[in-house]
């Protein structure tokens, strides 16, 4: 069940201030507060979802196609698609994921070693 006070809901409400990368009417982009790399960008959709198992199944095709052209908007906008990036999504327990609202890691800006 989807909290509606983890911490990304809070941002997308504007609760929480966040460096914005970009933002339109489905998605948020914003830099990650711990850097894992020399840029290091979340997404997030502002559809209320905890995991991408949780958007791909509840939300309509188009704004998951949004989402995810968005994301290659931003892999342009980051000027990195030439030299490359890495794309992160952590799911669940095991996968790792702390704040339970389904985002994407966009790492890039160097070259990406093994991370969680
Ligand atoms: P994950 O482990 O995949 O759930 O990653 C959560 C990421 O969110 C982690 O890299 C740190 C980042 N993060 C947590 N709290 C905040 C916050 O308040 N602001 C921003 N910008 N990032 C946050």
């Known amino acids: 069940m989807y909290d509606k006070n983890n911490i990304f809901a809070k941002i997308l409400r504007k609760e929480i201030p966040c460096d914005k990368v970009y933002e339109d009417e489905v998605s948020l982009f914003f830099n990650d507060v711990n850097p894992q790399a020399?840029?290091?960008?979340?997404?997030?959709?502002k559809f209320p979802c905890s995991t991408f198992s949780e958007f791909t199944k509840n939300?309509?095709?188009?704004?998951?196609?949004?989402?995810?052209?968005?994301?290659?908007?931003?892999?342009?906008?980051l000027n990195v698609e030439k030299s490359g990036y890495r794309l992160i999504t952590n799911s669940g327990e095991d996968g790792g994921q702390e704040v339970a609202h389904f985002h994407?890691?966009?790492?890039?800006g160097e070259k990406i070693g093994i991370i969680k």
């Open 38 to 45: 020399k840029i290091h960008v979340l997404g997030i959709p």
């Open 104 to 108: 994407i890691h966009i790492l890039a």
């Open 59 to 77: 939300a309509n095709n188009e704004i998951i196609t949004s989402f995810f052209k968005n994301v290659q908007l931003v892999i342009n906008k």
